[in-house]
C-alpha cells in the first residue's frame, strides 16, 4: 500500500533532502507532490529519477493526499498545518510553530515512538530543532540507565541550518577574504567566515536565545521536565552538520565504559571512540549520513556522577528531513495514516 505525499517547501534545502530521504529508505509513495509558494511554481525538482514540477500551495488541493512533510517558517505553518490537518491529512511540521502544542507530539523515533499515537488530535506530528534533535537522541538511553539530573551544551552549528542563504553567505565571504574583499554580512549579525557567532535565534529577557531556550523546552517535552539544561549555541563557519559538547550530571554512577556500550546498542547512534589524533567523527564525515555520531565519551572528575561527550550529525538529515521521513515511517508501521480514494 502506497501513499499520496506532499511535499510543501520542496525547493528549500530541507525540503530536497526530504524529497531524497524519501526515495532513498523506499517509503511507500504512490504519488509525490511537490508544493512551493506562487514564486516557485514550474520549479523542477527531483524525487528518485522523476522530475517533479512545483505546485503553487494556494491552488494546490490538500484533500487528494495523506501525508504531507512541511518545511516553512513558523509563521506559514501556523496558517496551513491546521488547514492541511483538517482536509484529513497527517502534517509533519519542521517549523516550531507546533512544538509545544500539548496536543501535538513532538517525536524522534528512537527517543519517544508511542507519542505518536496522539497524532490524531490535530493531524499534526511536531519535528524537534534540528540541535535538539540529535541530542535526545544520545541522551535518553544513558537517562534510561542512569536518570539524568543536569545537562551543559555548547552547540558548534553548521550555516545549514539558517538555510541556502547562510550557505551562500559563507561563501560569499570566504571568496571575499581572498580575493574579492570583504563584503558585509546579510544573513547573520557578524562575518561568519574564520569567525565564530554565540548568538542564534533572537535573545529572550533572560539573556538566552530563543534556540537554546527550543533545546531545553523540547528536551524536557520528549525525556523528562526534570533535566535541568543549559546551552550556549554557537554558529560556525561549517557548511553542513551540527555539533555538540555535551557534559552530563546523573543521579546514579555511570563509569565512561558501560556508558559507551550503552550508546553502541542504542538505535540512530554509532560510536566512534578512540584516544588518537583520528579516533573521532567531524561534521564534515557526518555530512551525507543518517545517524547520531558520538566521541570522546569521557569521566567528569568535576561532579560526583559526571560525563562528557562529543555529539554530531548532519543537520539536514537527521536534524530535519531525515526524521520527519522516520516519523512518517513510524506512522505507517503503526497504520496511522489514513488514505483517501480520489474519484
Known amino acids: ?13 530541507v525540503g530536497r533532502e526530504m524529497l531524497n530521504i524519501l526515495e532513498e529508505v523506499n517509503f511507500p509513495v504512490d504519488e509525490i507532490f511537490a508544493i512551493a509558494s506562487r514564486n516557485s511554481i514550474g520549479v523542477e525538482v527531483s524525487f528518485g529519477e522523476q522530475i517533479v514540477k512545483c505546485q503553487d500551495i494556494e491552488q494546490f488541493d490538500f484533500s487528494k493526499v495523506d501525508v504531507v512533510l512541511m518545511s516553512v517558517s513558523g509563521a506559514f505553518s501556523r496558517e496551513w498545518s491546521p488547514k492541511i490537518g483538517a482536509a484529513g491529512a497527517i502534517v509533519i511540521d519542521n517549523s516550531s510553530a507546533w512544538r509545544m502544542d500539548p496536543d501535538v507530539p513532538l517525536i524522534v523515533p528512537e527517543v519517544n515512538p508511542d507519542d505518536v499515537e496522539w497524532a490524531n488530535r490535530k493531524n499534526i506530528v511536531a519535528n524537534p530543532n534540528c540541535s535538539t ?11 534510561d540507565r542512569a536518570k539524568i539530573k543536569r545537562v551543559v551544551v555548547a552547540t558548534y552549528q553548521s550555516v545549514s541550518g539558517a538555510g541556502k542563504e547562510g550557505m551562500d553567505e559563507l561563501w560569499d565571504q570566504t571568496k571575499g577574504v581572498f580575493v574579492l574583499g570583504p563584503s558585509e554580512p546579510k544573513k547573520f549579525p557578524k ?7 554565540p548568538y542564534i535565534g533572537s535573545f529572550n529577557d533572560d539573556g538566552y536565545t530563543d534556540e537554546e531556550a527550543k533545546m531545553w523546552d523540547e528536551t524536557h517535552k520528549m525525556i523528562d521536565p526534570e533535566i535541568k539544561l543549559t546551552v550556549t549555541c554557537v554558529r560556525v563557519p561549517v557548511m ?10 546523573f543521579h546514579e554512577p555511570l563509569d565512561e565504559d558501560e556508558a559507551r556500550e550503552i550508546l553502541r546498542e542504542a538505535p540512530g ?17 557526518a555530512q551525507g549520513e543518517f545517524p547520531v555520531f558520538v566521541s570522546r565519551i569521557r569521566k567528569d572528575p568535576t561532579v560526583e556522577n ?3 561527550m562529543w555529539v554530531v550529525a548532519d543537520n539536514l538529515r537527521k536534524g530535519a528531513a531525515l526524521n520527519a521521513v522516520q516519523i512518517a515511517q513510524l506512522l ?9 480514494a480520489i474519484a
Open 240 to 249: 553542513v552538520g551540527h555539533s555538540e559538547a555535551v557534559n552530563i550530571e
Open 133 to 143: 534533535a540529535q541530542l535526545v537522541v544520545a541522551l535518553k538511553p544513558l537517562h
Open 306 to 308: 559526571g560525563l562528557s
Open 191 to 197: 562575518q561568519i567566515a574564520f569567525n565564530v557567532i
Open 269 to 285: 547512534v554509532i560510536v566512534i571512540d578512540k584516544r588518537d589524533a583520528t579516533g573521532y567523527i567531524t561534521p564534515k564525515e
Open 1 to 13: 500500500m502506497g501513499y499520496r505525499v506532499a511535499v510543501v517547501g520542496a525547493t528549500g534545502n
Open 332 to 340: 505507517h508501521e503503526r497504520g496511522l495514516i489514513r488514505t483517501k
